[in-house]
């Protein structure tokens, strides 16, 4: 118990006097490290002031760069957008002239091949592969050809809108972005120490996979205005060609129904000569139905034929009085009697006279044979005459009634 009521120890003078010049030592210390702290902190604090200032105000101007730049883009992309969607609306009119035109071909086509059918119709000789039929082929060919080559610029013209379309969408999504970011970009360059819906965004100083390089930003819309260019230089070229195509088919179609109808009239005029000369041969007596001519020699030699065969026939009947009377007499002169039976002058001339009618009327006999042989002859000819006539007129009919009445709707236009 008398341990722990001990007094402390006590120190000595010279152990104090150290102990409060050791104590002044230390206050003096600490001040000036917290004076050297307190400098060093106000050096740091405009130092740091001034980075912020310099690389927010950094910031700021690659802000106003940047929307320079997307301006500058979505100018672009937007001028090749206002020139591919005109583009493609003219392409869009060509379009419908290659329809209308390939469709204008189909009535020429069907036409032509009408006619070559009729043509079939024709009979006999005049069933001939003629001038007419040489061009009438050749036209259903150049028809065919054109609505073929129509066609497949159609189909190229079709891909060329599809492309153009292609192109107009990705320019579009292009420009969607762009203006999306222009505005974030706004809204940024808006933003102020002051501005009071500023806040702490620790996550979004991470940068994740989806971002591209500067570099990648800028090939990507320059890819799209290359493609729009190509696609618009592609779809003046391709314009161009239809322009060709429709001036150079249009003609070629003209020119081919030209010749068809040229053809077609020589043919009808040769048809109509051939059929005035056997109309003339066959000597028809309707002379209203021939061709007016001035003075229509008229030749009827059947009509002839047939007096000459009457007058023939005639002539035959007429020798049988002369014979029935000259055998009549001889048959009396063999009755005479006894010497009076004499061969005498009368009973030779007799004799004589029937030889002589029978001779002649042999000879009138056989020309009479002769004679309705070529009247038989004539009608077959007269026949033949006016069949081949009638093909004549069958053709004509087919020809000039049929297919070139049916070919003056036949218009090729210039689309």
């Not at 990705?170 to 969607?176: A, G, W």
């Not at 890819?223 to 230089?233: G, H, L």
């Amino acid at each position: 118990m008398a341990r722990v009521l001990q007094a402390p120890p006590k120190f000595l003078p010279a152990e104090w006097d150290i102990a409060n010049k050791m104590q002044c030592a230390s206050s003096e210390s600490q001040k000036s490290r917290s004076e050297r702290t307190i400098a060093e902190s106000q050096r740091l604090l405009d130092e740091i002031e001034k980075t912020t200032q310099k690389t927010q105000s950094d910031v700021n101007k690659k802000i106003e760069q940047r929307q320079e730049e997307i301006k500058f883009w979505r100018q672009e992309l937007d001028n090749k957008l206002e020139q591919i969607v005109h583009e493609t609306e003219v392409l869009l009119t060509f379009k419908t002239r290659l329809e209308k035109s390939l469709e204008s071909c189909k009535e020429p086509l069907v036409i032509a091949q009408k006619c070559l059918l009729n043509r079939q119709r024709r009979a006999g000789i005049d069933l001939v592969h003629d001038e007419v039929e040489q061009e009438l082929v050749k036209e259903a060919e150049v028809l065919q050809g054109v609505i073929a080559l129509l066609g497949r610029t159609l189909e190229q013209t079709n891909e060329q809108i599809r492309l153009n379309r292609s192109t107009k969408y990705n320019l579009e999504m292009d420009l969607k972005d762009k203006f999306t970011a222009l505005m974030i970009d706004d809204y940024c360059a808006s933003l102020t120490n002051n501005t009071p819906d500023i806040r702490y965004a620790d996550n979004a100083v991470k940068i994740e996979g989806n971002f591209v390089s500067p570099e990648d930003w800028i090939d990507f819309s320059n890819i799209n205005v290359e493609k729009a260019d190509k696609q618009r230089n592609n779809s003046l070229a391709l314009r161009a060609l239809i322009d060709g195509i429709l001036s150079q088919t249009a003609n070629d179609m003209r020119k081919q129904c030209e010749m068809v109808n040229v053809a077609f009239r020589n043919r009808v005029m040769e048809v109509k000569d051939a059929k005035h000369k056997l109309e003339t041969l066959l000597a028809m007596r309707q002379c209203a139905a021939l061709p007016s001519v001035g003075f229509v020699k008229v030749m009827n030699e059947t009509a002839s034929q047939e007096k000459n065969i009457a007058a023939l026939r005639k002539a035959i009947a007429d020798k049988e009085g002369p014979v029935k009377v000259a055998q009549t007499r001889l048959e009396a002169r063999n009755h005479r009697p006894n010497v009076e039976l004499c061969y005498d002058t009368v009973q030779y001339r007799l004799i004589s006279e029937v030889q002589e009618i029978t001779k002649n009327v042999q000879r009138l006999k056989d020309t009479l044979a002769q004679a309705e042989t070529e009247l038989k002859g004539l009608r077959r000819q007269q026949l033949s005459l006016e069949e081949e006539i009638q093909l004549k007129e069958n053709t004509l009919y087919i020809d000039e009634v049929l297919c070139m009445q049916m070919r003056e709707s036949v218009y090729i236009n210039n689309f």
